[in-house]
């Protein structure tokens, strides 16, 4: 069992805040805007495929986790740090989402602060099974990548075949 610290000092991470924000901004202002044009229309324009604002979630984040492993550093492994940015992506959208939907229901009709915990509750399985499913994915390919050799973003030269050249 980790220490919380230990969870903590990982999310500190720079890298790892940025992919997380990335994530949960760019879903929530897909999802506004998707909304906004269902206010104007006067129809619900979309609602999600399989999930609630599954593709919003999908967008968010692949592009946060990607902009994680643009700038990862040696020492963070793929696989555990694509899931804390997924997941974390995702829990930090659902909750923008809810807060926006909240807001919504209170102007219009009134409400009462239980629906945000509603609103928590049904958009977290979207954000966090999408963002696992996301993050999961991409680290696999990006250590795939590593384990093939081809260091992504980098050139890579087998300097013991050069050697062998140098020396005949």
Same mark, same amino acid.
């Given at each position: 069992?980790?220490?919380?610290? *230990? =969870? ?13 924000? @990335? ?12 909304? @906004? ?11 999600? =495929?399989?999930?609630?604002? *599954?593709?919003?979630?999908? /967008? ?6 990607? #902009? ?8 963070? *492994? ?8 997924? #997941? ?16 919504? #229901?209170? #102007? ?16 977290? /399985?979207?954000?966090? =099974? @999408?963002?696992? /499913? ?11 990548? *590593? ?17 062998? /050249? @140098?020396?005949?």
């Amino acid at each position: 069992m980790r220490k919380m610290s *230990d =969870v903590i000092s990982i999310i500190r991470e720079k890298n790892v805040k940025w992919g997380m924000w @990335i994530s949960a901004l760019i879903t929530t202002i897909s999802y506004v805007i998707i909304s @906004i044009i269902s206010m104007i229309v006067g129809e619900i324009f979309y609602s999600g =495929v399989v999930l609630f604002a *599954d593709l919003e979630f999908l /967008l968010g984040s692949i592009f946060g986790v990607l #902009i994680f492993f643009k700038n990862r550093e040696e020492h963070q *492994d793929f696989l555990k740090y694509g899931i804390i940015v997924g #997941i974390l992506g995702g829990v930090l959208a659902c909750v923008f989402i809810s807060l926006y939907q909240t807001i919504l #229901i209170m #102007i219009t009709i009134g409400g009462h602060i239980i629906v945000f915990f509603l609103y928590i509750g049904f958009t977290l /399985l979207s954000g966090a =099974v @999408i963002g696992l /499913l996301t993050g999961t994915f991409i680290a696999l390919y990006y250590s795939y990548k *590593d384990v093939k050799g081809d260091k992504v973003g980098e050139e890579h030269f087998d300097d013991k075949f050069f050697d062998d /050249l @140098i020396d005949k």
